[in-house]
Antibody
Framework: QVQLVQSGAEVKKPGASVKVSCKAS????????ISWVRQAPGQGLEWMGW????????NYAQKLQGRVTMTTDTSTNTAYMELRSLRSDDTAVYYC??????????????WGQGTMVTVSS | DIQMTQSPSSLSASVGDRVTITCRAS??????LNWYQQRPGTAPNLLIY???SLQSGVPSRFSGSGSATDFTLIISSLQPEDFATYFC?????????FGQGTKVEIK
């Protein structure tokens, strides 16, 4: 079945970097993009950016420009999100989601299980 | 960025009730509006796309309507597994933005 499986929880100190992986299966990886969305504890959903499956074209949220990098490895059908210079307000669950572009809408139709990233000294 | 505002922020309802959640966009987004359900401790799950199209596998008690700036999600007969938080999301322009969520609790 179509699924996205993410790497495990991380605990990082302020100023460090974290890299979260998202392994896709059950579909042709390069035909879809991957988006990253995060959710701080008890809060709503915040889009971080996306990367197209068939190229390394990316689009990042303005507030994260310069701190985030999204990449893919098409040999292993895996997407990665690296966030640098971590701060306490980066503490959140990070989700990858398959990004489907259609003529009528763009949707996030399949989601990974989430990766908890805790930033604490 | 387009702001999405949901109402109410939370509601209490009983099994079998009809539940209505509204979502308003800060500008016209045509029908580029999606609805997601998030149960505690789990990832969001796509319910409705393009304002009114039911995602495959989603029960027919869920329905969506609206266009331009005003949208509605209806659960026709609330079931125990529907107690969750619901988010709307616009895909009309980048960045995609989400409403703050509506938590549906058991009365």
């Amino acid at each position: 079945q179509v699924q996205l499986v993410q790497s495990g929880a991380e605990v990082k100190k302020p100023g460090a970097s974290v890299k979260v992986s998202c392994k896709a299966s059950g579909y042709i990886f390069i035909n879809y993009g991957i988006s990253w969305v995060r959710q701080a504890p008890g809060q709503g959903l915040e889009w971080m950016g996306w990367i197209r499956g068939y190229s390394d074209k990316t689009n990042y949220a303005q507030k994260l420009q310069g701190r985030v990098t999204m990449t893919t490895d098409t040999s292993t059908n895996t997407a990665y999100m690296e966030l640098r210079s971590l701060r306490s307000d980066d503490t959140a669950v990070y989700y990858c989601a398959r990004w489907v572009v259609t003529t009528s809408d763009d949707v996030f139709d399949i989601w990974g299980q989430g990766t908890m990233v805790t930033v604490s000294s | 960025d387009i702001q999405m505002t949901q109402s109410p922020s939370s509601l209490s309802a009983s099994v079998g009730d009809r539940v209505t959640i509204t979502c308003r966009a800060s500008q016209s987004i045509s029908s580029y509006l999606n609805w997601y359900q998030q149960r505690p401790g789990t990832a969001p799950n796509l319910l409705i796309y393009a304002a009114s199209s039911l995602q495959s596998g989603v029960p027919s008690r869920f329905s969506g309507s609206g266009s331009a700036t005003d949208f509605t999600l209806i659960i026709s007969s609330l079931q125990p597994e529907d107690f969750a938080t619901y988010f709307c999301q616009q895909s009309y322009s980048t960045p995609p933005t989400f409403g703050q969520g509506t938590k549906v609790e058991i009365k």
